[in-house]
Nanobody
Framework: QVQLVESGGGLVQAGGSLRLSCAAS????????MAWFRQAPGKEREFVAG????????SYADSVKGRFSISRGNTKNTVYLQMNSPEPEDTAVYYC??????????????????WGQGTQVPVSS
């Protein structure tokens, strides 16, 4: 089992920038994909961005393409979400997730076995 802890959330102005971090622990190998999901009030949790185990392959929701960027740290047990030019519609609780597999990151929630507790990101207009 992987334990995930998110950090870096907080109030951000539309058009600004924010970086979320997720630290993973509990497994001695890191060959699994990771992703960020988000959940806005009254809405389903949705995929935002994912990265494969090595960091060489990424995928994004259409709504954040060109604005958000996902990456893995050098030790592979940390994943980041760089949020540039956020919009009020990006307001949500952001969750880090670790996949069951190492390959191309899926956008399906049921592909992810471990979840963090979430970090709130309100975007003001």
């Amino acid at each position: 089992q992987v334990q995930l802890v998110e950090s870096g959330g907080g109030l951000v102005q539309a058009g600004g920038s924010l970086r979320l971090s997720c630290a993973a622990s509990g497994r001695t190998y890191w060959n699994y994909a990771m992703a960020w999901f988000r959940q806005a009030p009254g809405k389903e949790r949705e995929f935002v961005a994912g990265v494969n185990w090595s960091g060489s392959s990424t995928s994004y929701a259409d709504s954040v393409k060109g604005r958000f960027s996902i990456s893995r740290g050098n030790t592979k047990n940390t994943v980041y979400l760089q949020m540039n030019s956020p919009e009020p519609e990006d307001t949500a609780v952001y969750y880090c997730a670790a996949s069951r597999t190492s390959g191309f990151p899926s956008n399906r929630r049921d592909e992810y076995a471990s979840w963090g507790q979430g970090t709130q990101v309100p975007v003001s207009s």
